[in-house]
C-alpha cells in the first residue's frame, strides 16, 4: 500500500475564488471520508462516500462546498467563493469495511 | 449522539517519566474507540484501537490504553516517553456501523530533556 495520497498538500487563494482538492485513497478502500481540521481543534467530520454514492454529509458542508467519487476512486472536494473561515487542513481518509481509517497528510488551505 | 472529551489540552513531561492522556467518552450505543498521533503539518497516524475483546489495548511505540466501560474512558498510556513522542493526541470514537470519527480536541504532549 502506498497510503492515502492528497494534492495539493498546500494552497494559498484569494477570497471569492474556487478550489478543488483530490485525495486518492488506498487501493481498494471502498469507503473515503473528508473531514476539516481548524487550529487546535480536533478533525470535524464533512462527508463520507461508500464507493462511488455520497452516504452522508455533515450540517458544516455549506451549500458552496461539494464532494464527488466518479467510479469510486479518488475523489474531489471543491469550495466555491472561498471565505477566510474556510482556512482549514482538509483531511482525507478511506477504509475497507473493517473498522480503521487510514488518513492522508492532509491539504492545508489558507483563504486571504 | 456521540462525543469525546479530552480532559488535557497541553501535557508537558520530561524525557524517561510516565504519561497518561485522558479521555472520557459519551454514547448511547457500543463504540469503538481509538487514539491517533499527529505530528506538525502532517497527517493523522493510528496509535491503537479497541473495537472488542481485552480491555487492555497495545499500540505501536509502546502506547497502551485501556477501555473502562463504567467509567466511559479510554486513557492512553506510556510507561517511558522519549522526544520524539511530542506530538498532538487525538482520541476518536466511533459508532459499531462504522461511520465517521468523532475526534476529541486534542493533548499535546510536549518532552522535554
Known amino acids: 500500500d502506498t497510503g492515502v495520497s492528497q494534492n495539493p498538500r498546500h494552497k494559498i487563494t484569494k477570497r471569492g475564488q474556487n478550489v478543488t482538492f483530490r485525495c486518492d485513497p488506498i487501493s481498494e478502500h471502498n469507503r473515503l471520508y473528508w473531514y476539516r481540521q481548524t487550529l487546535g481543534q480536533g478533525p470535524e467530520f464533512l462527508t463520507y462516500?461508500?464507493?462511488?454514492?455520497?452516504?452522508?454529509k455533515s450540517r458544516l458542508l455549506s451549500d458552496r462546498f461539494s464532494a464527488e467519487r466518479p467510479k469510486g476512486s479518488f475523489s474531489t472536494l471543491e469550495i466555491q467563493r472561498t471565505e477566510q473561515g474556510d482556512s482549514a487542513m482538509y483531511l482525507c481518509?478511506?477504509?475497507?469495511?473493517?473498522?480503521?481509517?487510514?488518513f492522508g497528510p492532509g491539504t492545508r488551505l489558507l483563504v486571504l | 449522539a456521540q462525543s469525546v472529551t479530552q480532559l488535557d489540552s497541553q501535557v508537558p513531561v520530561f524525557e524517561e517519566a510516565p504519561v497518561e492522556l485522558r479521555c472520557n467518552y459519551s454514547?448511547?450505543?457500543?463504540?469503538?474507540l481509538f487514539w491517533y498521533v499527529q505530528y506538525p503539518n502532517q497527517g493523522l497516524q493510528l496509535l491503537l484501537k479497541?473495537?472488542?475483546?481485552?480491555?487492555l489495548v497495545k499500540g505501536i511505540n509502546g502506547f497502551e490504553a485501556e477501555f473502562n466501560k463504567s467509567q466511559t474512558s479510554f486513557h492512553l498510556r506510556k510507561p517511558s516517553v522519549h522526544i520524539s513522542d511530542t506530538a498532538e493526541y487525538f482520541c476518536?470514537?466511533?459508532?459499531?456501523?462504522?461511520?465517521?470519527?468523532?475526534f476529541g480536541k486534542g493533548t499535546t504532549l510536549s518532552v522535554s530533556s
Open positions: 462516500f461508500q464507493n462511488e454514492a455520497q452516504l452522508e
Open positions: 476518536a470514537v466511533s459508532g459499531q456501523a462504522g461511520t465517521a470519527l468523532i
Open positions: 479497541y473495537l472488542s475483546g481485552s480491555t
Open positions: 481518509a478511506s477504509r475497507t469495511d473493517q473498522e480503521t481509517q487510514y
Open positions: 454514547s448511547s450505543v457500543s463504540v469503538y
